[in-house]
């Protein structure tokens, strides 16, 4: 497979009143192009520190960060913002959609942010309807289930035609055949949009899913497959 992000040797120190400590020790990884790949560990492994490194919230202590040829850990401020803005699409346990807007718009509001050039109420609804929510676009996020929330977000994400999505725990607060459910629209995702994927978890289960599936402990890779 194509690669889309290369990691080389991401290390991440923390200044705590003990001292210095590291969360992460040196990883490498790649994430093909097109694909779902899937950052499994218990809480502390580090998998969220390395997240938020491959998307650009955070920077290395060490170590660099490849999209095909642009590496975001040489970029000024100003340009990872831009970058994150434009290429990247994110998904968090908690959706933090907007409670006063439909599904419909908490999408179409997230290309208005995004200044989406195209016709913003065709992409929207192309969006929920990759997601299976074609009757649920004029409901608010209280009158949606936890799963429909979820995937509310998820076509927040995708709308922008972003060439990488990172996912922290999409699951953590869903039942078990609900966050299936959610995993298998990733899937179908990486399919229909060509988007990369990369989502951590703490649920063993769902390794098996990915493409590509990296299992962290005490900031190192310990499984790789």
């Known amino acids: 497979m194509e690669c889309m992000i290369h990691a080389q040797g991401i290390k991440r120190s ?8 590291w969360a ?6 790649e994430a093909p192009k097109g694909a779902l790949t899937i950052l499994k560990g218990r809480s502390g492994s580090g998998k969220t520190t390395l997240l938020n490194i491959l998307g650009a919230l955070d920077m290395p202590t060490e170590g660099s960060v490849l999209y095909e040829d642009e590496d975001v850990t040489q970029m000024d401020e100003r340009a990872r913002t831009l970058f994150r803005r434009t290429q990247i699409g994110f998904v968090f346990q908690s959706v933090a959609l907007i409670p006063m807007m439909t599904a419909f718009e908490n999408v179409e509001y997230a290309l208005r942010l995004t200044r989406f050039t195209g016709d913003r ?3 929207a609804m192309e969006c929920l309807k990759l997601v299976g929510l074609t009757q649920r ?3 608010l996020p209280q009158e949606l289930s936890g799963g429909e929330q979820q995937r509310v977000a998820i076509a927040r994400a995708i709308a922008h035609r972003p060439r990488v999505i990172f996912a922290d725990e999409p699951t953590g607060e869903l039942d078990t055949n609900t966050g299936l459910q959610v995993v298998k629209i990733f899937k179908d ?3 229909a949009e060509g988007v990369t994927i990369v989502m951590t978890t703490h649920d063993t289960g769902l390794m098996e ?12 890779i310990v499984h790789g497959e």
């Open 24 to 29: 992460l020790k040196g990883i490498d990884l």
């Open 189 to 191: 995702l990486t399919q």
């Open 209 to 220: 899913i990915g493409d590509v599936a990296y299992e962290l402990e005490d900031g190192e």
């Open 137 to 139: 676009v004029h409901h």
């Open 14 to 21: 923390f200044k705590t009143s003990d001292g210095e400590f």
């Open 121 to 123: 109420t065709a992409r």
